[in-house]
């Protein structure tokens, strides 16, 4: 339950670095309590808390801001990523002198982050920022008057046209050969199928896993799903992750004869801007009135389908780098795209599940890009008669109490319609 420490804390005159620190804190206690029968839980419990606990022993050699780079082209490259994705309120208040205040909050904790007090050491990296969204655009310019080494990318907002993906294919081999130079590297074709079965292996091992604890709230909560999948964006070693995430799935499988009823609570699905560790208000407090957030879709989701590595693995290595390349831009729901079909597709694809009651659709104040999505989306769940609520809100804990309100009249809705579909089917 998000408690009034929390608020009190979110709202008070309050030293950063301890705020900070009892916010993931405080987030990773709370999942841990919530499952005490999932030994396996722990590995990735543990993978957030030392990120996010020991950054100031860290050296990144190549940091990538947001989910939208197909990493294999860069472990090729002889680096493991070090992902800042934003997530924390308490980090934006290090960016507070950086950027305006109504700012996006995403961006924000990104940009506060890299100027932690006692954080990592960030001297010698290369940043990758892919420009998403205007925001994105001012951190790269304000690290460049630090001093900072950057590689911009730009996402060809036309999704669908063939001269966005040749675009798109020309940025990732000069990216490769901006961080093969920044490690000293040589980009072999070896090296890019050994990076890429890495990956895939990540990806199927994420797919069966979501699969498995799709409905399954009784067992694993979405805080805790959220927290394995973004666990992978905190690891050093992905096949270790990996290795872990296979151990998981087997115990998961050992409890399916013990689980509830699927379908006791309503299920919804979660869609617009990302649920981004610490800061889980929004599952926590979907989670205590009662519903299931049986799919979770935002710019990290359809990764997980980049998995097809025969296809990929064919030919040379600048071919294997093409297909890489178009792939994760052909399955990316970046925000900066002026339709994102990808998007679309893959929530088509959840509805056919048939167990999604009604839609969440999350939006953080500052990022209208996400807004500019929903009347089309708003149509598609139209047709299948699948209400949606547009849930405004930021990092701060203040609104809590408020939202809670509006969105228990909404799961008491969604409660009312399954009463009529009942009452029609006698």
């Given at each position: ?269 979660l869609a617009g801007s990302p649920v981004l560790f610490p800061n889980y208000k929004i599952p926590f407090l979907l989670q205590e009135i009662g519903l299931d957030i049986r799919e979770c879709v935002d710019p990290a989701a359809l990764k997980q389908y980049g998995t097809n590595t025969g296809r990929i693995l064919q030919g040379g290595r600048d071919r294997m780098i093409r297909a890489i390349a178009a792939e994760r831009y052909r399955y990316n729901a970046s925000s900066s795209f002026v339709s994102n079909d990808a998007m679309y597709r893959y929530i088509i694809g959840s509805l056919m599940h ?73």
């Amino acid at each position: 339950m998000l408690n009034t420490k929390q608020i009190r804390m979110a709202s008070g005159p309050v030293r950063p670095a301890a705020a900070y620190t009892e916010e993931f804190m405080e987030t990773l206690h709370r999942i841990r309590q919530d499952h005490p029968q999932l030994s396996s839980l722990g590995y990735f419990l543990d993978t957030a808390e030392q990120w996010f606990g020991w950054a100031s022993e860290a050296r990144p050699e190549v940091v990538v801001l947001g989910p939208d780079l197909p990493e294999e082209l860069i472990l090729a490259a002889g680096a493991v990523p070090y992902w800042l994705l934003g997530g924390s309120l308490f980090s934006t208040s290090w960016s507070d002198d950086l950027v305006p205040r109504d700012t996006d909050p995403v961006s924000r904790s990104i940009l506060g982050y890299i100027h932690r007090p006692g954080g990592p050491d960030f001297s010698e990296s290369l940043f990758l920022i892919p420009l998403s969204c205007d925001s994105m655009r001012k951190i790269a310019y304000q690290l460049k008057q630090e001093g900072k080494k950057l590689f911009l990318v730009d996402i060809p907002p036309e999704q669908n046209r063939r001269e966005s993906i040749l675009q798109w294919q020309k940025q990732m081999f000069r990216m490769m050969e901006a961080v093969a130079d920044h490690t000293n590297t040589r980009v072999t074709r070896r090296r890019l199928i050994d990076a890429r079965l890495t990956v895939s292996r990540a990806r199927k091992l994420l797919s069966v896993f979501l699969d498995l604890a799709r409905g399954r709230e009784d067992l694993l909560t979405f805080a805790a799903r959220q927290l394995v999948r973004t666990s992978y964006y905190y690891t050093e070693d992905p096949e270790e992750w990996s290795d872990h995430l296979e151990i998981l799935c087997q115990e998961l499988k050992s409890h399916t004869a013990r689980l509830y009823p699927r379908f006791r609570r309503p299920g919804i699905l979660l869609a617009g801007s990302p649920v981004l560790f610490p800061n889980y208000k929004i599952p926590f407090l979907l989670q205590e009135i009662g519903l299931d957030i049986r799919e979770c879709v935002d710019p990290a989701a359809l990764k997980q389908y980049g998995t097809n590595t025969g296809r990929i693995l064919q030919g040379g290595r600048d071919r294997m780098i093409r297909a890489i390349a178009a792939e994760r831009y052909r399955y990316n729901a970046s925000s900066s795209f002026v339709s994102n079909d990808a998007m679309y597709r893959y929530i088509i694809g959840s509805l056919m599940h048939g167990d999604i009651e009604g839609v969440v659709y999350h939006v953080l104040k500052g990022q209208i890009e996400y807004d500019f999505e929903l009347e089309r989306l708003e149509s598609l769940f139209s047709d299948y008669g699948i209400p949606v609520f547009r849930l405004e809100t930021d990092y701060q804990y203040q609104d809590v109490e408020q939202l809670r309100i509006r969105m228990e009249a909404f799961a008491e809705m969604l409660e009312q319609n399954r009463y009529q579909e009942v009452k029609q089917a006698q």
